[in-house]
C-alpha cells in the first residue's frame, strides 16, 4: 500500500482487544498521548497516528479532514479491523468529527478534546500559514507554550513545555501550512445532528483556542453527546491533565464499545435538506436554441473569500447599498467566479499577475489587498519584491516605487508573528 494513502502510526496494547485510535493535535506527534498508553492497553488495543510532516512522517500534505480521515481508514484497513473508538484532540478532533459523518459504520464511539465545529475563522489560519511560509515554524513553536498550557503547567513543567516547542518546531513547513489550510476548511456547525455515534467532549477550562463555550456548541448540536470540562487545563489537555483525560476516555469509550458489541446501531435516517435552486443565465448565440449554465456566483464568492479573507468581504458587503450593490455582484460573478475560478493557471501565477496590472494601472488600494492575497496563495515576500522590481523595468521607477511601499507595509503587517490564538 503506498505510503501516501496510510499514517505513520504504531500499535500498541493486545491484539484481539478492540481497537482505539488517538489522534494528536496541529503540531503535536502521537508523544502525546504517552501517558494514557499504561491504562489504555489494559483494555484496548491502541493506534497513535502522526499527520503527515509530524514526528518525522513523510511529508505528504493534506488540505482537507476528508483526506486525512480516508487516509487514516486505509492505515486501520491494513489492521483488518472494521469498526473502532476514536479519540482526538483539536485537528485530530477534527478528522475524528469527519469519520464520524462520513463512516458512521466505522466508528463505534467518539471523544472530541479541546475541539470545535468551528476552530476560529479561515482568515486567522490562513494568515499562521503566511507567517510560517515566510519566518518557518519558530515563531509559532516559540508561542506554543501559551496556546498549550496553563501558565501554572508552563512553570511547572518546563521540561515539557521544551517537549512541546521542539516538536513544532521540527515539523514539516509545508505540512503545518497545508494542515492550517485543513482547519480554515473545517466547519460542520450545519452537520452536527449527522453524527449518530456517542461522543464525549472534553474541554480544558482555561481553553482560549477552544474555550468551552465552543465544547457546548458541540454537545447542542450532537444528538448523543456528554460534556466534561477539566479544571486546570488548557488547550493540550491530554499532556496537563493526564489522569483526568483516562479516567474519561476510559468510562466513555468502554460503555459505548459494550452497548454497541452486537453490531453497529442501523443509521438514523437523515432527511437532507433540499439544497437551494439553482440561479441559471440564458445564453442566446447566433444560429443556436437558448443554452443553459450554472449562475457562477456562488463559486465566485467562494473563491473571493479564499482568496481575500473574509473580513475584506464582509467589509466589501457591509458597504454596499442600493447604489452599489450591484456592482458588488458583477466583481463576484464575473472577475471571481469567471476569472479566478478558471482552471488554466493557478492562484499563485494569477496573483503574480494581478499584481503587475495594479502598478501599472496606479491601482495603490487594490495593490494592497491583493498583495494580501498573494501572501494567502502562496508567494512568499521575496517572490513578491522580484514581482515589484520587475514593474520597475516595464511600468516606470516612481509607480514601482509607491508599490513598494505599499507592499512593504501589508507584508509587515502580514508576517510579523502576533499572539496566536488559535490551536
Not at 459494550?258 to 437551494?276: E, T
Not at 496606479?362 to 515589484?388: C, D, Q, S, Y
Request: charged share 20%; hydrophobic share 45%; aromatic share 6%.
Amino acid at each position: 500500500m503506498s505510503e501516501t494513502k496510510t499514517l505513520q502510526h504504531r500499535t500498541d496494547g493486545p491484539d484481539d482487544a478492540p481497537l482505539l485510535v488517538l489522534g494528536p493535535a496541529l503540531g503535536a506527534t502521537w508523544h502525546m498521548w504517552d501517558r494514557q498508553i499504561p491504562e489504555l492497553t489494559r483494555h484496548w488495543r491502541v493506534l497513535r497516528f502522526d499527520l503527515p510532516g509530524h514526528g518525522g512522517a513523510p511529508a505528504h500534505p493534506a488540505v482537507a479532514a476528508t483526506d486525512l480521515a480516508e487516509r487514516l481508514l486505509a492505515t486501520v484497513d491494513a489492521l483488518g479491523v472494521d469498526r473502532f473508538g476514536f479519540a482526538g484532540c483539536s485537528l485530530g478532533g477534527a478528522i475524528g468529527a469527519q469519520l464520524a459523518l462520513d463512516h458512521p459504520e466505522r466508528v463505534s464511539s467518539l471523544a472530541l478534546i479541546s475541539c470545535s465545529a468551528r476552530h476560529t475563522t479561515p482568515d486567522a489560519w490562513r494568515q499562521r500559514g503566511v507567517v510560517v511560509r515566510t519566518n518557518g515554524l519558530d515563531p509559532i513553536a516559540a508561542s506554543t507554550p501559551e496556546r498549550w498550557f496553563t501558565a501554572g503547567f508552563a512553570t511547572a513543567q518546563p521540561a515539557i513545555v521544551e517537549w512541546a516547542v521542539q516538536m513544532v518546531r521540527t515539523t514539516d513547513p509545508g505540512c503545518y501550512i497545508s494542515a492550517c489550510e485543513t482547519m480554515a476548511a473545517f466547519d460542520i456547525r450545519q452537520e452536527l445532528g449527522r453524527i449518530g455515534v456517542p461522543a464525549l467532549v472534553v474541554a480544558g477550562a482555561e481553553d482560549e483556542a477552544t474555550p468551552p463555550a465552543d465544547a457546548r456548541a458541540l454537545v447542542a448540536g450532537i444528538p448523543d453527546a456528554r460534556l466534561a470540562i477539566v479544571p486546570g487545563a488548557s488547550h493540550l489537555v491530554p499532556v496537563e491533565q493526564p489522569g483526568a483525560v483516562t479516567e474519561l476516555l476510559i468510562r466513555h469509550l468502554t460503555t459505548t464499545w459494550q452497548q454497541s458489541a452486537a453490531g453497529p446501531p442501523a443509521p438514523a435516517p437523515v432527511i437532507a435538506p433540499a439544497p437551494p435552486q439553482a440561479t441559471v443565465v440564458a445564453e442566446l448565440e447566433a444560429g443556436e436554441t437558448s443554452s443553459v449554465r450554472v449562475d457562477p456566483y456562488d463559486a465566485g464568492m467562494k473563491v473571493r473569500r479564499e482568496v481575500l479573507g473574509d473580513a475584506h468581504v464582509d467589509r466589501a458587503a457591509e458597504a454596499a447599498d442600493d447604489f452599489t450593490q450591484d456592482f458588488q455582484d458583477f466583481v463576484t460573478r464575473y472577475t471571481w467566479g469567471e476569472i479566478w475560478d478558471r482552471p488554466g493557471i493557478d492562484r499563485r501565477t494569477r496573483s503574480v499577475s494581478t499584481l503587475s496590472v495594479l502598478v501599472a494601472g496606479g491601482h495603490l488600494e487594490e495593490l494592497a489587498f491583493h498583495t494580501r492575497a498573494a501572501l494567502r496563495n502562496g508567494l512568499t515576500p521575496a517572490e513578491i519584491k522580484e514581482v515589484l522590481l520587475h514593474t520597475g523595468v516595464y511600468c516606470g521607477v516612481p509607480a514601482a516605487n509607491a508599490a513598494f511601499a505599499v507592499a512593504q507595509r501589508v507584508i509587515k503587517e502580514e508576517t510579523t508573528p502576533e499572539e496566536q490564538t488559535a490551536p
